[in-house]
């Protein structure tokens, strides 16, 4: 009696970290199973960070600061309130100051943000679905989402040596989202509603739910997760508006 041969099963083969930054863009699925079996996270972290400094550098290159202040304190009826001379004094902080600051927080915020995002998404589907991951998991996921965030860069790159500097708004400079058509004099806070509609934004959030449901496939189905991440960006969106309205 001859016995049956079996075949061992085939362990898929390793993806590296630069194969996964192509990978969460083009074949999400397969990507995301490779981040679930072996997480990592720093080099898409790096990435972020670099062309978000990138663009806020060569912004001020191009276009510089002094503009973009002035853009953003036309719209704040606090400042119009203020005498003329209080103007200008805030005008000549935010100019000498306010570049520092925006470094800081492109330096700073996208790990911030990750790190929080990734502990939330963990809470909630550990504690809620029971998937069982670990915080290095949820963190390889949130991170590789945020990819097409790279494409929205590399795009704005492109904007601000194609674009006349005068018409260069920093905080809409793809036209990827519904802000970008709204008129300067409009209220804060329907900005701030509009600009969250972003094409860019709805991309990172389908990769995180199928990075999700691919790790915890006996959890989370895509829907489920994908439901879930919505709720919580729709919670963040409307918290954005209200201190908008309040603050503007």
């Known amino acids: 009696m001859t016995s049956a041969t079996v075949q061992p099963a085939e362990t898929p083969e390793p ?19 490779s981040i679930a079996r072996r997480p990592t996270w720093l080099l898409p972290l790096l990435l972020i960070c670099a062309i978000t400094l990138g663009v806020i550098g060569l912004f001020g290159h191009r276009v510089g600061w002094r503009g ?25 902080l935010q100019v000498k100051y306010g570049p520092p600051f925006i470094y800081a927080i492109g330096a700073v915020s996208p790990i911030i ?25 949820s963190l390889g996921i949130v991170a590789h989402s945020w990819m097409p965030g790279l494409i929205s860069g590399l795009l704005g790159v492109l904007v601000l040596f194609l674009k006349d500097p005068s018409t260069i708004d920093l905080q809409n400079l ?18 701030v509603l509009l600009t969250s509609i972003d094409l860019f934004a709805f991309w990172m959030l389908i990769l995180m739910a199928i990075g999700f449901s691919v790790a915890a496939p006996k959890k989370l189905s895509f829907g489920k997760a994908f439901g879930t991440i919505l709720f919580i960006w729709l919670i963040v969106v409307l918290a954005r508006v209200g201190a908008a309205a309040a603050f503007s």
Request: negative net charge; hydrophobic residues 45%.
């Open 15 to 33: 993806v590296n970290a630069i194969g996964r930054i192509f990978g969460a863009l083009f074949s999400p699925k397969e990507t995301f199973e």
């Open 68 to 92: 973009f202040f002035e853009k953003q304190d036309a719209n704040s009826s606090r400042f119009e309130e203020s005498s003329a001379q209080q103007q200008q004094q805030a005008l000549e």
């Open 113 to 137: 943000v990750e790190l929080v995002i990734a502990g939330v998404l963990l809470g909630v589907f550990n504690g809620l679905a029971g998937a069982q991951l670990n915080f290095k998991t």
């Open 174 to 191: 793809v036209a990827s989202n519904a802000g970008a058509f709204v008129s300067s004099g409009s209220p804060r806070w329907l900005v």
